[in-house]
């Protein structure tokens, strides 16, 4: 049985706004990195997406303190933390649990199914969030463990931890 997508919001937070905002400035270094490299190993991405390159996507794991705002052109690529309060307009929302999203990235979880059980819920422009998923799904190898390994041991060892963390006691054994 699902649980469903359920939304954190600021107040409920830790410190609400004061919390998101620090998150998003510990993250912001991290995020301009891994796009710039994505960007650059993955080209095909963006042709990919055809006319949605320009399209403003709002990524929404429900269980971190703050939103991605994705913008996947690659004349002025953008890929950033917001804080929940301040989100931008987006033409796409893509809204699941932090590693549900991670996974998607990967084509380790199936969006439909996802979709269809309510973990995720995707509103706005649905023909540019499929163009965005067809694009991930195209790139040989594991974007999550690309991104990892740009941190070395330590980034690895941070997304074995993450999966362990989020990966039900049932499929562990």
């Known amino acids: 049985m699902s649980t469903g997508v359920h939304t954190v919001s600021p ?4 410190g609400g706004g004061v ?41 929404d794991p429900v269980d971190l303190p ?8 690659p004349g002025a690529l953008l890929f950033r933390a917001v804080p929940r309060d301040a ?8 809204r699941g649990r932090f590693l549900l999203l991670l996974e998607l990235v990967d084509s380790e979880e199936d969006g439909d199914a996802a979709f269809f059980s309510r973990d995720l819920e995707v509103t706005g422009d649905t023909e540019a969030v499929v163009r965005l998923r067809n694009a991930l799904d195209d790139v040989d190898g594991s974007i999550a463990e690309e991104t990892a390994a740009m941190f070395g041991p330590p980034g690895r060892a941070v997304l074995a931890r993450l999966r362990r963390a989020y990966t039900p006691e049932m499929e562990r054994t």
Do not use: E, K, W, Y
């Open 66 to 73: 703050f939103a991605l705002h994705l913008r996947p052109d």
């Open 19 to 59: 919390v998101s905002r620090l998150a998003c400035a510990v993250v912001q270094p991290i995020l301009s990195r891994v796009v710039r490299r994505i960007a650059a190993r993955h080209p095909s991405l963006f042709a990919r997406l055809g006319p949605h390159q320009g399209t403003d996507f709002l990524i």
């Open 87 to 94: 989100v931008p307009q987006a033409g796409a929302v893509i």
């Open 11 to 14: 107040a409920r937070l830790p």
